[in-house]
C-alpha cells in the first residue's frame, strides 16, 4: 500500500529554523518526485518546488528560491523541507505529494500544520 | 511561470445541477492539467488528469475538456458531498502552478 508520512506539526518562534519530513512507503522512491505544497489558512494551493527521488534534481517555485531547502535521503526514502528561519508567513499546512516524470501528483501525504508564532 | 486562473472563485449550486468550472493557462500547456478536489480538513484528491482522462475511483459525474488553452471541470449531477474546493493544476513546465481555487457551496 502506498503510503507518504508526514512528520507531526509544530510550533515554532520567528526566526528559529525547521526542518519537516515526508517518507514514502509501498513504491519504489528513486522513481518519483516528491512535491511540496503550501497551504495558508483560508487560502489555496501553492507549488513549492520538487525533488526528484533517484538523483536529487530539484526545482522550486519563484515564491519559494532561496527561503526554503528542500533535500532527499535516498537510503531512507524519506524528503525534507526546512527553513532557517522562519516568519510569521509560514504559517500553513504543508502537504508532500508524489509525481511520475510528465505527470501530476497522483498520491498526497496528510499535511503538517506548522505555525509560527511569538 | 504559468498563470492558472480559475472561474469563478465562488459558486453557489442546489443538488443535481450540472456546474462548470473553468482554468484559463497563461501560455499553451497541451494537455498537461489535471484536476483535484479539496474537502475541509483533507488532503487534495485527484478527480481527473491530462485535462480530459478519467482517475480510477472517481464518480463518472465528473469529467474535464480542453479547448486551446482553456480548460473545463464539468460535474453533471451535482451530490452534496461534492460540496469541496476545486483546484487545477499544471504540469507542463516547471515551475508547477495551481489555479486559486473555486469553491463550490451546495
Known amino acids: 500500500e502506498v503510503q507518504l508520512v508526514q512528520s507531526g506539526g509544530d510550533i515554532k518562534k520567528p526566526g528559529e529554523s525547521l526542518k519537516i519530513s515526508c517518507k514514502g512507503f509501498g513504491y519504489n522512491f528513486a522513481t518519483y518526485w516528491i512535491g511540496w505544497v503550501r497551504q495558508r489558512p483560508g487560502k489555496g494551493l501553492e507549488w513549492m518546488g520538487i525533488?526528484?527521488?533517484?538523483?536529487?534534481?530539484?526545482r522550486y517555485g519563484p515564491s519559494f528560491e532561496g527561503h526554503v531547502t528542500i533535500s532527499v535521503d535516498k537510503s531512507n526514502n524519506t524528503a525534507y523541507l526546512q527553513w532557517s528561519s522562519l516568519e510569521a508567513s509560514d504559517t500553513a499546512i504543508y502537504y508532500c505529494?508524489?509525481?511520475?516524470?510528465?505527470?501530476?501528483?497522483?498520491?498526497w501525504g496528510r499535511g503538517t500544520r506548522v505555525t509560527v508564532s511569538t | 511561470e504559468i498563470v492558472l486562473t480559475q472561474s469563478p472563485d465562488f459558486q453557489s449550486v442546489t443538488p443535481n445541477e450540472k456546474v462548470s468550472i473553468t482554468c484559463r493557462a497563461s501560455q499553451n500547456i497541451g494537455s498537461n492539467l489535471h484536476w483535484y478536489q479539496q474537502k475541509p480538513e483533507q488532503s487534495p484528491k485527484l478527480l481527473i488528469k491530462f485535462a480530459s482522462h478519467s482517475v480510477s475511483g472517481v464518480p463518472p459525474r465528473f469529467s474535464g475538456s480542453r479547448s486551446g488553452t482553456d480548460f473545463t471541470l464539468i460535474i453533471d449531477g451535482l451530490e452534496v458531498e461534492d460540496a469541496a474546493v476545486y483546484y487545477c493544476h499544471q504540469t507542463s513546465n516547471f515551475p508547477h502552478s495551481f489555479g486559486q481555487g473555486t469553491k463550490l457551496e451546495i
Open positions: 505529494s508524489r509525481r511520475l516524470t510528465g505527470n501530476y501528483f497522483d498520491f
Open positions: 525533488i526528484y527521488g533517484g538523483d536529487s534534481d530539484t
